[in-house]
């Protein structure tokens, strides 16, 4: 596959988008960008923009659109980018979605389809080392000792977008705000469905296999 390819990962919270994510990365030799990940570090970091989404994330909203398309902007301007890029949580709803296509535009949108039962599951079982960043699920991806992060040793913990009310939050946005930006790249013939549901290396093979089809 040659030339810039533009993609957007589009799917729940918990539908695989971030591991998809890397593993095409990695293939095609792109970089990810997830303002969730941005934010993450921010957090961390205790800047303003930090304590900002801190606030937000907690309580299962979502950081304010013009800051989150400025982060955007800024960050695809970085080296890593010069191949393309995969967009992991962004656009999510029709403001970011008009910013994005009047200044990037994307060639592909890659939509996963789970369930809410399902994504419930899984992010309940989910735990990240708060040291390291490592990302583990009790049930399909556990550490060697029982909750305890395999690369540092740090004890793993539940993210606060995590629990069941945020959970529950950011599922009502994803439904009322991001599902009917998908209408957009139906349209333009930019749309990829793949099942969100199965072995990780089977849903990876159907994506490669999906884009390879449309760029022939």
Request: contains cysteine; neutral net charge; aromatic residues 6%.
């Amino acid at each position: 596959m040659k030339g810039l390819l533009k993609i957007a990962m589009f799917g729940p919270q918990g539908s695989g988008k971030g591991t998809q994510a890397e593993m095409l990365a990695k293939k095609y030799n792109l970089g990810v960008l997830s303002p969730g990940e941005v934010f993450r570090q921010e957090i961390k970091n205790q800047t303003e923009l930090g304590k900002l989404a801190d606030s937000l994330i907690n309580k299962g909203q979502l950081v304010p659109d013009e800051i989150v398309n400025k982060i955007i902007v800024g960050e695809l301007s970085a080296p890593k980018y010069q191949n393309g890029f995969i967009l992991d949580g962004y656009p999510r709803n029709i403001n970011q979605l008009e910013f994005l296509e009047k200044n990037i535009g994307l060639d592909w949108a890659i939509l996963f389809t789970i369930s809410d039962e399902e994504v419930q599951k899984r992010l309940a079982s989910r735990r990240v080392c708060p040291k390291c960043g490592a990302i583990y699920n009790i049930i399909n991806k556990p550490p060697r000792r029982d909750e305890i992060c395999d690369v540092c040793g740090e004890h793993l913990v539940v993210r606060d977008d995590d629990k069941p009310e945020a959970i529950a939050k950011r599922l009502q946005i994803y439904h009322t705000e991001t599902e009917p930006i998908l209408g957009y790249y139906v349209k333009e013939g930019k749309l990829i469905e793949v099942q969100g549901v199965g072995a990780i290396k089977k849903i990876f093979e159907d994506i490669v296999m999906k884009l390879e089809e449309k760029t022939q």
